[in-house]
């Protein structure tokens, strides 16, 4: 299988109006989170036409990878989701 198409075999739970990944408007231009557009494995984040970067974190694997490249630059919030929501991995 393509990893697309293993990817495509996970499924969500998200919890509306609750999102584990945020973005603080003020540092939504920084290095760190456009470099996200390019290296989130699930394609979460997005370059806006005004040179900053939106979350939606619907889709996260949960890899942390965010958290650490954002790391320190305050630019980021993250969590894992609430109990019961957030990706549920299909194995096999
Ligand atoms: Fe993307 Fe991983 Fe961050 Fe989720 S935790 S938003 S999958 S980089």
Not at 27 to 37: C, G, H, N, R
Not at 43 to 64: H, I, Q, R, S
Request: aromatic letters at 8%.
């Amino acid at each position: 299988l393509k990893i697309e198409e293993k990817l495509y075999q996970n499924r969500y739970r998200v919890a509306e109006g609750e999102p584990h990944v945020c973005i603080d408007p003020s540092k939504a231009d920084s290095e760190a989170l456009k470099a996200m557009v390019n290296i989130c494995p699930a394609g979460c984040y997005v370059a806006t036409d005004e040179g900053k970067v939106e979350v939606v974190p619907d889709g996260c694997l949960e890899c942390g990878t965010c958290r650490i490249v954002c790391q320190g630059t305050g630019a980021l919030q993250w969590g894992y989701p609430q109990g019961g929501y957030g990706i549920l991995f299909k194995f096999g």
